[in-house]
């Protein structure tokens, strides 16, 4: 009997019109996730629209002054690098400057200038979650949609709704960039690359640190994550050795110069009381998902995510999981972390204010961000039901409605600055309106036709311009 020659069968089409289907039903997935990941984005656009207020208030005023030197003397070095209390803030200047020369200094730009930074943050964010290979792509979409939910939580609406506050955004994006960029450069195959995305690791950090003070934290959590990264090899590294260079030469030019930080009574008052430091820490943190009318319940919620926090390094070792492909959400729970600690010692008599907030969140987000990957026992996500309630809390619901007043631009505080009802006149068309700082707690009003007299708001002319503005408080 001869052998028959061995013909394969034809290829099935099954197999490719299956895989088809479920890469085109991914597909939609993924678009309705990203819809998702819009709305918080959207939301929070319609609110600085429908909520922000063209006025000048606290900090803005600093920035007028700056503006009328720049008219008299131009533009210097000395000026804009001047402390502004503890802070040197070079970078956010450049930023303000030219918007409020294009847009006569509306507040309101500069919102939405906030928002655009904002943005970046989610961009950034979204783009290592999309990175992970070892995540399916249904998962990556879906912590997408809870990370949009948690940039743009409204809970930070202290600054979104302050134009000076670009500064604590741009604190914001450049340690992240930073942060970012290290974890490429790990994972650069060519050393072409890991140059590169070091020096611009370099660079965003730089930008951070003279952003506001907040940004030195960058460069001692660069330098962890440069010990995770390199590990044994950490002190002979040339990358950290020109990390601890750069940054030494940060720090000197930061405190050149600087003056007396701080108040010394209330630095008394912390040293010599650290369990209220430490109360604030964790009510701090916990504010990112309690309002400030729930009280000591916001202090729980700090314990649950410092709690959080150490459980999941616990698991993180128990499961033998290599740190360096957990960089970058270890920095991001790193800097909410000490950025947080610092706050409590400089800002402790202001309370819990909502603009804290936005770094407080990011220990959250680098939470989620470390549990995309890991599982349960019984092989499923641990994390799915825990996001539904943060999402719910953090984007706590505010009583704000807008109310037409002819006569007035009244600002209210309840709950200890915790929700916002704005009362605004809808018939300004003014290019700034003054407002008087408030009080701790209260309200305030005052007319409308209290404007400031500066021509440097329109652009900045040659002729000297004269500033009347209303007597504030000192600062809280």
């Not at 597909?27 to 819809?35: D, P």
């Not at 009381?273 to 916990?286: A, D, T, Y």
């Not at 641990?382 to 996001?387: N, Q």
């Not at 706590?396 to 929700?419: D, E, L, Q, V, Y």
Request: glycine share 6%.
């Amino acid at each position: 009997m001869k052998n028959k020659k061995f013909v394969p069968p034809p290829p099935s089409t099954r197999s490719l019109s299956a895989s088809y289907e479920t890469k085109r039903s991914c597909g939609h997935v993924g678009l309705s996730f990203l819809g998702f990941a819009a709305i918080p984005a959207v939301l929070c656009l319609i609110f600085i629209c429908c909520f922000g207020v063209n006025v000048v208030y606290y900090d803005d005023f600093a920035m007028i002054d700056l503006a009328k030197k720049i008219n008299d003397l131009g533009w210097n070095f000395e000026t804009l690098f001047a402390r502004h209390f503890e802070h040197r803030i070079f970078f956010p200047r450049l930023l303000i400057l030219p918007v409020a020369y294009l847009s006569h200094f509306n507040s309101v730009a500069q919102m939405l200038t906030s928002f655009a930074l904002l943005s970046l943050i989610a961009f950034v964010v979204a783009n290592y979650i999309v990175q992970r290979k070892d995540v399916s792509d249904k998962k990556k979409y879906f912590f997408i949609t809870i990370v949009s939910f948690l940039v743009y939580s409204l809970a930070q609406w202290g600054n979104l709704l302050w134009g000076f506050q670009v500064g604590f955004f741009m604190v914001l994006l450049f340690p992240i960039l930073s942060y970012y960029y290290l974890y490429l450069m790990f994972r650069a195959e060519n050393k072409k690359k890991r140059n590169l995305y070091f020096a611009a690791a370099l660079l965003t950090a730089f930008i951070a640190a003279f952003s506001s003070a907040q940004g030195l934290i960058s460069w001692i959590v660069g330098a962890i994550l440069m010990c995770i990264m390199f590990r044994k090899n950490t002190f002979t590294s040339p990358y950290f050795i020109t990390w601890l260079i750069v940054g030494l030469f940060v720090y000197v030019a930061f405190f050149y110069n600087l003056g007396a930080i701080g108040n010394r009574s209330i630095e008394a008052d912390v040293l010599g009381n650290p369990l209220r430091v430490l109360i604030f820490i964790f009510s701090l943190i916990g504010n990112s998902m309690l309002p400030k009318a729930f009280g000591s319940l916001m202090t729980v919620a700090g314990v649950f995510i410092v709690g959080f926090v150490l459980t999941t390094g616990i698991v993180l070792w128990q499961k033998k999981k290599n740190l360096q492909e957990f960089v970058f959400p270890i920095a991001l729970i790193l800097n909410g972390l000490f950025v947080t600690a610092m706050i409590a010692f400089g800002r402790i008599e202001i309370g819990t204010a909502s603009r804290f907030t936005s770094f407080s969140i990011y220990v959250i987000v680098g939470l989620l961000l470390i549990w995309i990957e890991l599982r349960d026992t019984n092989g499923k996500s641990t994390i799915k039901s825990l996001t539904k309630v943060l999402v719910a809390v953090t984007n706590k619901p505010f009583r704000i409605k807008a109310m037409g007043n002819t006569n007035s631009c009244r600002f209210f505080f309840f709950c200890h600055n915790t929700m916002p009802v704005v009362r605004t006149n809808p018939t300004i068309n003014t290019p700034a309106t003054v407002i008087r700082e408030p009080n701790a707690l209260g309200s305030i009003e005052l007319p409308i036709n209290e404007k400031i007299n500066i021509n440097t708001l329109r652009g900045f002319p040659k002729t000297s311009a004269s500033i009347d503005r209303l007597p504030i408080a000192p600062r809280l």
